[in-house]
């Protein structure tokens, strides 16, 4: 299944790492990302992904990190296909 995730997180250096780990560790791929400034403290990250497990489990988890202040589903791109 293949999902499109918006994240808004403080712009600190290693925040992205921090995503990134999360989201591996959950089993989930990143197939796109695309980063940009909102401003000088804040950073929207948009990341496609992929995986089998529940896309509540990344989003939950992604959620309780420190850094993130905003965590949605914006899609999810298996059903978008299909209609």
């Known amino acids: 299944m293949t999902f ?3 994240i808004i997180a403080n ?16 089993g989930f791929n990143v197939t796109k990302v695309s980063a940009h400034l909102l401003s000088r403290s804040e950073l929207q990250v948009n990341v496609d992904l992929y995986g089998e497990r529940e896309i509540h489990l990344i989003t939950q988890q992604l959620e309780k990190l420190y850094d993130v ?12 296909a299909n209609n």
């Not at 250096?13 to 591996?24: N, Q, S």
């Not at 202040?69 to 978008?80: F, I």
Request: hydrophobic share 35%.
């Open 4 to 6: 499109a995730l918006e």
């Open 11 to 26: 712009n600190k250096p290693e925040v992205l790492e921090r995503i990134f780990r999360t989201i591996r560790h959950r």
């Open 69 to 80: 202040n905003h965590c949605q589903l914006t899609q999810d791109l298996a059903k978008a």
